[in-house]
């Protein structure tokens, strides 16, 4: 079983429309909870950070985190067809050995204008 | 500031063969991350270093290894490829060693063994 899953979609809306993205993980020991941008022949960008249960707010975008369920969610409002890209949820952990983090498979939005 | 480079971009090698990657951090950067995306895992850690120290490995067999130079410069080299190594290799460099701090990717190196 995969730390951490992510639904890859494809995920198509128009114009406006919001969008909701999600990953479950199972490693209780995950604190830190970011989402990632990634557009096509691009390395992923560092969108939002959180850490604790509740909802962050940045613009047109907001991360919501449930620990208790193990459910992280990114809701975009007002979608744009800039936003059209692959978003991956990842979390960050510190072991004995070092750090790392650890992603989602990825989910592949298109926004239709 | 310029970001995370990577070279070279594209790659095609056969099996067997050996192919070495190559990525420079962000300036002042001392933490240099890989990892290996293909469209059925996603992104799979390989491997942390910092101050040229390996300070983490993936789940990664030993046919993949590193190295980070003074200038805090990194290779990854990948011995006798295999077809499922066909991926997009990341680098991603932060300031420090923490896992929280801020990855900053690079555009990746496309590698296609045939």
């Known amino acids: 079983q995969k730390e951490v899953e992510q639904d890859p979609g494809p995920l198509s809306v128009p114009e406006g429309a919001i969008v909701s993205l999600n990953c479950t993980y199972s490693n209780s020991a995950f604190q830190y909870f970011m989402w990632y941008r990634q557009y096509s022949r691009k390395g992923p960008e560092l969108l939002m950070y959180?850490?604790?249960?509740g909802n962050k707010e940045d613009g047109r975008f907001t991360a919501q985190v449930d620990k208790s369920s193990k459910y992280i969610s990114l809701f975009i409002r007002d979608s744009q067809p800039s936003d059209s890209a692959t978003y991956l949820c990842a979390m960050p952990f510190e072991e004995t050995s070092g750090s790392r983090l650890t992603f989602g498979e990825g989910t592949q939005l298109t926004v239709n204008p | 500031k310029a970001g995370v480079t990577q070279t070279p971009r594209y790659l095609i090698k056969t099996r067997g063969q050996q192919v070495t990657l190559s990525c420079s951090p962000i300036s002042g950067h001392r933490s240099v991350s890989w990892y290996q995306q293909t469209p059925g895992q996603g992104l799979q850690f390989l491997f942390e270093y910092f101050s040229e120290t390996q300070r983490n490995k993936g789940n990664f067999p030993g046919r993949f290894s590193g190295r980070q130079f003074s200038n805090s410069r990194s290779e990854m080299n990948v011995s006798t490829l295999e077809l499922g190594d066909s991926a997009l290799y990341l680098c991603a460099s932060s300031s420090l060693d923490r896992a929280t701090d801020t990855q900053y990717f690079g555009p990746g190196t496309r590698l296609t063994v045939l």
């Open positions: 959180t850490y604790s249960s």
